[in-house]
């Protein structure tokens, strides 16, 4: 009996810690958005775009070392999500597609940020 009331106290702190965290991460305009994020090529699509005003499908692809037909596919959901925007142009009869972060993208990743840095917190707290 004594066992189980010092196994339970002291995993009160840890739930308490990640309930914190889970409410601190709620964002009502993200919706199912957020999870859009959690995929490596999304994520890192993402964070590249984060650090760039915009980027190519030719730079993001090498970046991401993946197939075209997979950095399309990401890219769409992203786009049709409303996280980034994708523009066509020629340049010497060569078509080129840019890849920018939209002010919701901008707002979705930050959030995004903020969850994994307090989910790193909460666990790493003694």
Known sequence: MAKAAVKASIAQPATKRLRAVAGAVVDSEAGDSARLLYDRIRLGLMSALSVNASMSFAELKELLDTTDGNLSKHARRLE??????????????????????TPK?????????????????????E
């Open 80 to 101: 049709d999500a409303g996280l980034i925007v994708c523009t066509k142009a020629f340049a010497d009869r060569v078509p080129r597609t840019q890849f920018s972060l």
């Open 105 to 125: 993208g901008k707002r979705s990743f930050a959030q995004h940020l903020k969850h994994m840095e307090a989910l790193i917190a909460a666990t790493r707290s």
